[in-house]
């Protein structure tokens, strides 16, 4: 095994944490995320149905 080989190894093994971390962040933060969604999209529906009356 030469050092390219161990450095590209350990790359890829880092690349796969760091995409499972970012996978689980994600979905820690998704549920938040579309409820203050679902409040901006209310909100706007009030908003605008007010300024046109």
């Known amino acids: 095994m030469n050092?390219?080989?161990i450095v590209?190894?350990?790359?890829?093994?880092?690349?796969?944490?760091?995409l499972g971390w970012v996978l689980k962040l994600t979905i820690?933060?998704?549920g938040p995320l579309l409820l203050i969604g679902?409040?901006?999209l209310?909100?706007?529906v009030?908003?605008?149905?007010?300024s046109n009356r």
């Open 8 to 18: 590209t190894i350990l790359a890829i093994i880092g690349g796969i944490v760091v």
């Open 42 to 44: 209310v909100y706007l």
């Open 28 to 30: 820690n933060l998704i």
């Open 38 to 40: 679902l409040a901006v």
């Open 3 to 5: 050092k390219n080989l």
């Open 46 to 50: 009030f908003f605008k149905d007010k």
